[in-house]
């Protein structure tokens, strides 16, 4: 297993457009061969991160150069953002609920 983290940092007045941005926007991720979850995370100050769980690192390069990603994010405005990191790990353990 794969995670994927884009951490990005939106200002302030722009929290609400890139929030709005994510729920309106036609996710496709779903769809992408070895996907395994998405998460839309928030932190107080500004910090968001989107996290993605994938079967494989290759499952994940092939969604970033497929066609349905491009759709995703064909109506992606960078403008909200001061900054943005990706950040990849591999599961080493992981735990779920009986």
């Known amino acids: 297993m794969r995670i994927v983290m884009n951490v990005v940092q939106v200002r302030e007045e722009h929290k609400e457009d890139f929030e709005r941005a994510f729920l309106d926007r036609e996710s496709l991720v779903h769809r992408a061969p070895g996907f395994a979850g ?31 990603f491009k759709r995703s994010h064909r109506h992606a405005d960078n403008s909200f953002a001061d900054s943005s990191e990706l950040r990849a790990y591999d599961v080493i353990d992981s735990r779920v609920p009986a």
Do not use: N, P
């Open 38 to 68: 998405f998460e839309l995370l928030r932190k107080g100050d500004g910090e968001y991160i989107v996290l993605t769980r994938w079967e494989t690192d290759q499952a994940f390069r092939d969604w970033v150069g497929s066609d349905l």
